[in-house]
């Protein structure tokens, strides 16, 4: 889970490394829509899907957390080879560091996009939305884990507000929001190849 939504924007500024605040040039969240179009951005790079490998970050012992799983769980039943992190098999602190070797290993060896999805804690005018970029995202700022960075490309879905008692928001975060998010972020991902593939 991301500690909040700024850091994991702060990546997302030229030259910083990830963890590192900056709140003056962060992105804001994005809505269902704009996600859609960064989704068709990385499609027309990448049109084939057997080439997308989805690390979906989180665990299923909590409603907010369990945004990764349940998404990584939603790709695979629509068919998506590559996914790492499901309700069954959920891609946690304990199994990140695993995830990202594997995926490093993919992205030289046979030329694999990897999408990183995590959960994050934001703003209240950012709860429902999404932080998205172009490059990796970095696990367990929350609990001050150094937990290796994944992806080339980052979908973080804002569930909850961000407040003192960080994981207490997590477990109470509604699972009516939740689902909401994932269906809609399945849909987006499956859309944007359709779409890809019926261009090309």
Known sequence: MRDTEQSM???????????????AE???AVNIEELASFL?????????????????????????D?????LGTMLKEQGWKHV?????????????????????????RDRMTVIAVDACLGKPQSVGGFIVKEGSLQPGVATGRRLP??????IAGVVNLYGVKAYGMLQTTSLHLVMGMVKAVAAAVQAA????????
């Not at 490394?17 to 709140?23: F, Q, T």
């Not at 027309?44 to 970050?57: G, T, V």
């Open 9 to 23: 924007r702060s990546g997302a500024v030229r030259g910083l490394r990830p963890g590192i605040r900056a709140d």
């Open 149 to 154: 960075a994944v992806g080339d490309y980052s």
């Open 193 to 200: 190849w359709l779409e890809e593939a019926s261009n090309g």
């Open 40 to 64: 068709a951005m990385i499609a027309s790079r990448e049109p084939n899907p057997d080439c997308i490998m989805f690390i979906c970050i989180g665990s299923d012992r909590s409603t907010g």
């Open 84 to 108: 790492i992190g499901t309700l069954e098999e959920p891609c946690d602190a304990h199994t990140v560091e695993a995830a990202a070797s594997k995926a490093a290993l993919m992205q030289d």
């Open 66 to 70: 369990a945004f990764g799983p349940l």
């Open 26 to 28: 962060a992105q804001a």
